[in-house]
């Protein structure tokens, strides 16, 4: 009996590795700019002859910059969402390697959520933002400090379980 | 004669077919031509040890991503910006994360990477080590076992 114990313990230590491996996303990048200051930039915006820098934006906060361009599919996708939160918290785009005019019929077409989108063609702040894919959502503080970062689609889910909660704790921080 | 030229033609269509996807690996990412051929060497050697966030299984070097293409681009201007390789690693490191490279640093979240395959080694070596002694065979029997050895052959004797 004793001698397969042994083989059992490890086939058990191997089956909940790969369960544990199972459930880990491979496609997930930790950022590390969580916890640090959005980035310096200065650019235009999509809508308008405004340009906006990341000062600027970082008093702004806290609030949501969201990265999407017209070409991404599922930026469409999580898009009604975004309208539905944006009278109730402020959203800043980022508008990732895209047209202006094809960004600007998107938003014509579809409604504008943000209270600016920064114009991003070449996507260097994307790529000081460590973006590498839309679309991403991060979550600023008071302070202009990226608390939090979601990369893909937003979803009921995701915003009720990640980003609204750490929403409230930030308000509540910068309230008192 | 047939089958001669049917094994030719398929010897032809197979070198064709091998010659396109080596064109298609070429044509993957851009050519970029250095004046000095030490950065060329030095920019070559990042972009492969630099990993494609968007296919995350591709190098900078092989990846067709425009991120990738955006990333080369990069490297590139700083290479020519005079920046050291360091420099670079870390300008991007600091974006996303030692995820970037073929090749994280050994720090305590990657212990497990680097020093994994060593301790699966050495344990695989002990469980080989283990089995070979034990099957060894050379130990003599107990006195028990004699004792049994000689009612087994004097039984077959008596018989």
Redesign the interface.
Known sequence: MTRFLLPLVVLAGLVALLAVGLRLD??H?????IGQPLPDFETGLVQGEGRLDAQTLRARGPLLLNVWASWCAACRDEHPLLMELAPHLPIYGLNW?DEQAAARSWLGRFGDPYRASLHDP??RIG????V??VPETFLVDAQGVIRYKHVGPLTGAVLEREILPRWRALTQASAS | MDRCAALRRACLLLAGLLLCSACATLAAIEPREFAESADQARYEALIEELRCLVCQNESLAESNADLAADLRAEVAGQILAGRSDAQIVDYLTARYGDFVLYRPPFKPVTWALWLGPLALLLMGSFVVWRTARTAGGSEALTEAEQQRLRTLLDEEDSR
Not at chain 1, 127 to 130: K, P
């Open positions: 491979p496609a990048v930790p950022s590390p700019l390697k070449g996507g790529i000081d933002l460590g590498y894919g």
